[in-house]
């Protein structure tokens, strides 16, 4: 088996030289690096990764937890992630919990036991469960996407729900709405909690009534099937809205779906904004208002935020605020003849 001295050897440099060259680790010159991916290619040599990380203490991986990694939304941030990690040489482990705290608690072990040099938390359980996780395990960098508080030390993204949540509400009202519900998350999860917040405010700002029959709590983590069991309640109580604002796009289209079900067309009997804009709201008929999270760049910006700490770049921790955008498409109805008292 071809060794690291034959590669030397071979391209007539040190061992420590040729080490700089595949670890990118010191700056060497345009010929020599040549030099020695030449011998490199020559000699067929495949590096040994559990030997660089154990000399250079590191194991350019980083691991990354999601709720799914089947919702859009997570697989377009996943993406970004990726992307930026192919770029820098870091491979990335992808661990789902499914809404399993049980699981999470096992993925967390698995990823420090491997001895990841960082890690990036997609998954609400870390906050809402006030899960402490490095009290087994000496504390790696760590990047949290938009959970709420923790209880570890962290950098952390967020998305202001609570503006989104605004935006979408103002919308419809701008619409000429007055009858107006809501298909929630599921209610002690924090971007639930802030979105409806926001509807909250743009209702109250308006003086318009919040009829508790139309908010009903669906689930993020079951998606297409929650929005179309959720829109069954409402139409179960013999009275509808004329616009709803649903909390993910995935739940947007299972209310779509049931709508349609129930002899009902978007956006001539209901409108529906919904929030995240995953690729697929654009293709769907009518194509869907909703509110832009900008879901590869936050990928991106979570990785660089995760690499500076892992390069010592920076100490302490900080937090990015991303804003939302309302993206208007078709399948909100301006209700005309109506304005606002």
């Known amino acids: 088996m071809t060794t690291i001295k034959d590669v030397a050897k071979d391209a007539q440099v040190s061992t420590s030289t040729v080490s700089h060259v595949?670890?990118?680790?010191?700056?060497?010159?345009?010929?020599i690096t040549t030099r020695v991916m030449l011998a490199v290619d020559r000699l067929n040599y495949a590096p040994s990764a559990l030997a660089r990380s154990l000399k250079l203490k590191n194991t350019r991986t980083v691991g990354m937890i999601v709720t799914t990694s089947t919702n859009p939304f997570f697989a377009e941030v996943v993406k970004g992630v990726e992307s930026r990690c192919y770029e820098e040489g870091y491979s990335l482990l992808l661990c789902n919990t499914?809404?399993?705290?049980?699981?999470?608690?096992?993925?967390?072990?698995?990823?420090?036991?491997?001895?990841?040099?960082?890690?990036?938390?997609?998954?609400?359980?870390?906050s809402h469960q006030h899960l402490d996780i490095f009290s087994r395990h000496k504390a790696v960098p760590t990047v949290l996407l938009d959970?709420?508080?923790?209880?570890?030390?962290?950098?952390?993204?967020?998305?202001?729900?609570?503006?989104?949540?605004?935006?979408a509400t103002k919308h419809l009202i701008n619409k000429g709405h007055r009858k107006i519900g809501c298909i929630t998350g599921a209610v002690d999860k924090p971007a639930t909690i802030k979105r409806l917040a926001g509807y909250k405010k743009a209702m109250q700002e308006a003086k318009l009534d919040i009829n508790?029959?139309?908010l009903v709590s669906g689930d993020f983590d079951f998606e297409c099937e929650s929005g179309l069991r959720a829109f069954d309640k409402i139409i179960a109580t013999g009275h509808r809205p004329t616009a709803l604002f649903v909390f993910n796009d995935m739940m947007a289209m299972g209310?779509?779906?049931a709508a349609s079900k129930h002899g009902l067309s978007?956006?001539?009997?209901?409108?529906?904004?919904?929030?995240?804009?995953?690729k697929l709201a654009t293709f769907i008929t009518p194509s869907l208002t909703t509110i832009h999270q900008p879901k590869?760049?936050?990928?991106?910006?979570?990785?660089?935020?995760?690499?500076?700490?892992?390069?010592?770049?920076?100490?302490?921790?900080?937090?990015?605020?991303?804003?939302?955008?309302?993206?208007?498409?078709?399948?909100?109805?301006?209700?005309?003849?109506?304005?606002?008292?």
């Open 22 to 31: 595949l670890n990118k680790t010191r700056y060497v010159s345009e010929e």
């Open 98 to 126: 499914e809404g399993d705290l049980n699981r999470l608690r096992f993925n967390i072990d698995m990823l420090l036991q491997k001895k990841v040099d960082g890690l990036l938390l997609m998954s609400d359980e870390t």
């Open 147 to 167: 959970y709420g508080e923790t209880s570890f030390p962290t950098d952390k993204i967020k998305d202001n729900s609570l503006q989104g949540g605004y935006l």
């Open 212 to 214: 508790d029959d139309w």
């Open 255 to 257: 209310v779509i779906n």
């Open 266 to 278: 978007v956006p001539k009997d209901l409108s529906i904004v919904g929030y995240d804009d995953i």
């Open 296 to 341: 590869f760049k936050l990928g991106k910006k979570a990785f660089n935020m995760l690499l500076d700490k892992i390069q010592g770049q920076r100490v302490g921790n900080i937090e990015l605020h991303l804003e939302p955008r309302l993206v208007d498409r078709d399948s909100v109805k301006a209700m005309l003849g109506t304005t606002l008292s």
